[in-house]
């Protein structure tokens, strides 16, 4: 039986609603009512281009739409997989940042303190990132986490200068903002990325951000974002408290099954 058939309403096509927000609002509203429980997966792009008469790209931004909500997890060659919401910690994949996996998901109250935000000098690694030289300048965006209270993580973001006045007028500096969306609706959605997940022993200056004693174990982790034009945009280091937040990271095989 095809799949699609457990989704009710249909597409209204004279409404100026995108086809793809349509559907990803009927796929969501399936889930809620139970018709897709966690683990299962919803109906493939093919029954969903049959059932609704949309093209595959219309259904392919559908699912990353719903990938970047958190409430699908698409695998290569496997189909697209219903996202438990009641998981906790925060999933380390390619298009969500930690504001969305913990907060769009109604889990858990998140809040940020912004401890810096310049245009500086790029260091090597970050130079190395971007693309760029080092000494050339970066906006570099410094924040202290904190889940329902406690401190979670501290981070340093080096972006490209030209988003400085983009994000210090953006909700970023405030407690509740999200920089993956401020960047989203500049255009910049992650079409790739590259994380290294280390433990670490928390240096002193670290450990009082973090109010862990000196020594204590961490997660470092390690990121470069690109655009679809596979331009750098975003390197980040992130240490994470893993007594406060748990991290999960997502994998798939590649299609060519290296």
Avoid at 128 to 154: C, H, I, N, S, T
Wanted: contains cysteine; charged residues 30%; proline residues 5%.
């Amino acid at each position: 039986m095809d799949q699609a058939n457990h989704l009710r309403n249909t597409i209204d096509r004279a409404s100026p609603e995108p086809f793809y927000l349509q559907l990803a609002q009927l796929i969501e509203e399936a889930i809620e009512r139970g018709e897709y429980a966690p683990g299962d997966r919803i109906p493939s792009e093919s029954e969903l281009c049959r059932s609704y008469d949309l093209a595959r790209s219309t259904v392919r931004e559908t699912l990353r739409t719903l990938e970047d909500r958190s409430r699908i997890r698409v695998v290569a060659r496997r189909g697209a997989f219903v996202v438990d919401p009641k998981g906790t910690g925060w999933v380390l994949q390619v298009a969500d940042g930690f504001f969305e996996g913990e907060v769009d998901r109604d889990q858990r109250k998140v809040e940020t303190e912004v401890l810096e935000s310049k245009t500086a000098a790029l260091t090597g690694a970050a130079a190395r990132a971007l693309g760029k030289k080092e000494g050339e300048p970066g906006f570099l965006l410094r924040r202290v986490r904190r889940l329902d209270g406690k401190v979670a993580l501290y981070s340093a973001n080096w972006l490209l200068p030209e988003l400085k006045d983009v994000i210090l007028r953006s909700e970023v500096m405030t407690p509740e903002g999200s920089l993956n969306r401020v960047l989203k609706a500049q255009g910049l959605r992650i079409y790739g990325a590259r994380r290294t997940v280390e433990s670490v022993a928390a240096p002193a200056s670290v450990a009082k951000m973090l109010e862990v004693p000196e020594g204590a174990p961490l997660l470092l982790i390690t990121s470069v974002s690109w655009d679809k034009d596979m331009q750098p945009f975003d390197y980040y280091t992130s240490w994470v408290r893993t007594d406060v937040v748990k991290v999960t990271v997502v994998a798939s095989a590649s299609p060519n099954g290296a």
